[in-house]
């Protein structure tokens, strides 16, 4: 099974040309569903509960001075820009989301599914398609997009009531292209864990008011703490709960922030990168297979 991460290395940075473009991106997260669709074929008469697992997906790639932003569900890309007649730096969303509690994404799936008045439910206030989850799009919920995979013995707080005539949930990412420019000083890429705890802005402040090194477990940290400060405890008391209870406090948190140097930025197209260290996806790369890159990454979760 390919990631996007993998199919993106071999599609699209491992070229002559060394580019990047929408329909590269489009067709990683297309190989990706596709791939856990198969695991999800072959799981299914072992482990038929596959079939409700599913993940928002995020995806961000600098090439020639052109970051590319691509997502499905509801994690979230925020650009912080300099304002040079202030000072200031200002929070940007790049990416799109896909959570129905957004009035325009109830409305998508609505005209997309005119014959089912059901395909979103307000329960114990909150909106979920079906009655069952959150976002419109994702990698996987197999069981929201093939009918073979909503039945028994498929767990049946997932199954539909009626038969699944088309898929409800997509794959399909939204895509942004952004030039960047001088002023431009970093991205957050953040899972929506973050983002109910801080505002772009207030992310945007964290990162631009403290040192680069840690800038995004720092992220975290103050998302724990609003969310122990939610729940009337210390942030000490809520990182001795166990991870798998955890759950009911907050929810997962990713982050990586990227910073820009426009000079290393503008100049990515025609120089080569620095040697990159990549970890994850059980894949070792060498180290002059990436595009053009010059960007210092901290990364952080929990």
Known sequence: ????????????????????????????????????????????????????????????????????????????????????????????????????????????????????????????????VKGLIQVSRSIGDVYLKKAEFNREPLYSKFRLREPLKRPILSADPSISVHQLQPHDQFVILASDGLWEHLSNQEAVDIVQNHPRSGSARRLVKTALKEAANKREMRYSDLKKIDRGVRRHFHDDITVIVVFLDSNLVSRASSVKGPNLSVKGGGVNLRPNILAPCATPTEAGST
């Open 1 to 128: 099974m390919f990631t996007i991460q993998q199919y993106l290395l071999c599609s699209g940075f491992i070229s002559e040309q060394q580019t990047m473009s929408v329909d590269v991106i489009r067709k990683a997260y297309q190989a990706t569903e596709e791939g856990f669709l198969s695991l999800v074929t072959k799981q299914w008469p072992v482990k038929p509960q596959i079939a409700a697992v599913g993940s928002c997906c995020l995806v961000g790639v600098i090439c020639g001075g052109t970051l590319y932003v691509a997502n499905l569900g509801d994690s979230r890309a925020v650009l912080g820009r300099a304002v040079k007649a202030t000072g200031e730096v200002l929070a940007i969303q790049l990416s799109a989301e896909h959570n129905v509690c957004i009035e325009s994404v109830r409305q998508e799936l609505q005209s997309l599914h005119p014959d089912d008045s059901q395909i979103v439910v307000l329960k114990h206030n909150v909106w979920r």
